[in-house]
Each structure stands twice: as C-alpha cells, then as structure tokens.
T-cell receptor
Framework: AQSVAQPEDQVNVAEGNPLTVKCTYSVSGNPYLFWYVQYPNRGLQFLLKYITGDNLVKGSYGFEAEFNKSQTSFHLKKPSALVSDSALYFCAVRDMGSSNTGKLIFGQGTTLQVKP | IAGITQAPTSQILAAGRRMTLRCTQDMRHNAMYWYRQDLGLGLRLIHYSNTAGTTGKGEVPDGYSVSRANTDDFPLTLASAVPSQTSVYFC?????????????FGPGTRLTVL
C-alpha cells in the first residue's frame, strides 16, 4: 500500500537556524511528491513538488526539499527559519493506483514552531 | 482574484439535515476534488471529478454526493448529516487529472454536526 509518514508531530527551531521537516514515503513505481503549508484557519498552500530530475527541488518562500530515492525520503528544508514560517506542513504523494482518482496521499502533518 | 472559493466558511448543522457545501474555481481547471481534514489523519479524498460531467468516488465517499454540471462548480452534498461528518472540508482543483499536476486548495469549510 502506498503511504506517507511524517515522523515528527512538532518541530521546534530558533529563528535564523536551519529547519528540516521530515517525510518518508512508500509507493510502487516512481513517486510524485508534494509539500504543502497550512496556516491557522486557512487552506493548504502549495510549496513545491518533485516529479523527476534534480534531487534538490526549490519552492516558494525560500523552502527546498531533497529527494532521496535510496532512503525513500523527501525532507523539507530552509536554511534560515523565520517566525512567520510557523505553520502546519503536509507531505503528500500522488496515488499511482490503477484507477486515476487524482488522490493525494497525505502525511498526518508536522507543526513547525519557530521561536524568536 | 483567481483561485478557489468555498461557502460557507463554517456551519453548525443538526444531525439528519441536508447540507450542500459550495466550491467554485475560476482557473478553468478540468479536475476538482473534495477532501476532509481530521486531526491526526491528514486529508482524505471524498470525491473527485476529472472533467465536467464526470465524477468518481475517493477514499471516504459514504454519506456524500457530488455533481459537476460545469467546469467551475463542484458542490458537495451531505444528504443526512451525522456527527462523524464533523470535519474541515477542502475543495481543490488541478489543470487536469494527471499524476504530476499540482492541486490547489480552497480556504475550507468548517462543519460541525450536532
């Protein structure tokens, strides 16, 4: 079965420090991976995606993610965290099942807290 | 402003009542989706539509129905609401139903069924 795991419920980091939000996946075939951010009482905003090519994907707001096929991971990173980055982050993988429902399989989410 | 709008923003509903959540997009996207978000479970797909006139069932379709009469609108109906349908509902759309297409989400509807 295809799945996504975000092993940390919460990540705490000081402003100005680098941040990493972890994501691992399990899919059959090539994975199509996405990161979204959700601010309080708001919808999900797309950050970046990996389809193919360069393993380091750059996205919105200075975020990037590194695809690692051998470790089946797609960790979200940012070199210098801002207090305004505090939010709920979701990793997702496209369901590659036989019926193309378009479904994204989401992890349970990781709350990022950036402290001044 | 281009994007997805959802209505209502929030709603408290008595069990057994019928409710329609509205979703409209102005990006001329062919594919649209309804997800529900529950604490600790991430988002789960309820129904989808790859193009106007077609719909399909997602992961958790029971108790919900959808229609897609045109490209822009994708309403979600709860025929007889139950408390387990208390959730936050997100509508999303993508250019097509392709595996690599990005899905863009609306602001959500918070529904409480008592």
């Amino acid at each position: 079965a295809q799945s996504v795991a975000q092993p940390e419920d919460q990540v705490n980091v000081a402003e100005g420090n680098p941040l990493t939000v972890k994501c691992t996946y399990s899919v059959s075939g090539n994975p199509y991976l996405f990161w979204y951010v959700q601010y309080p009482n708001r919808g999900l905003q797309f950050l970046l995606k990996y389809i193919t090519g360069d393993n380091l994907v750059k996205g919105s707001y200075g975020f990037e993610a590194e695809f690692n096929k051998s470790q089946t991971s797609f960790h979200l990173k940012k070199p210098s965290a801002l207090v305004s980055d505090s939010a709920l982050y979701f990793c997702a993988v496209r369901d590659m099942g036989s019926s193309n429902t378009g479904k994204l399989i989401f992890g349970q989410g990781t709350t990022l807290q950036v402290k001044p | 402003i281009a994007g997805i709008t959802q209505a209502p923003t929030s709603q408290i509903l008595a069990a057994g009542r019928r409710m329609t959540l509205r979703c409209t997009q102005d990006m001329r996207h062919n594919a649209m989706y309804w997800y529900r978000q529950d604490l600790g479970l991430g988002l789960r797909l309820i129904h989808y539509s790859n193009t106007a006139g077609t719909t399909g069932k997602g992961e958790v379709p029971d108790g919900y129905s959808v229609s897609r009469a045109n490209t822009d609108d994708f309403p979600l109906t709860l025929a007889s609401a139950v408390p387990s349908q208390t959730s936050v509902y997100f509508c999303a759309s993508s250019l097509a139903g392709g595996y690599t297409d990005t899905q863009y989400f609306g602001p959500g509807t918070r529904l409480t069924v008592l």
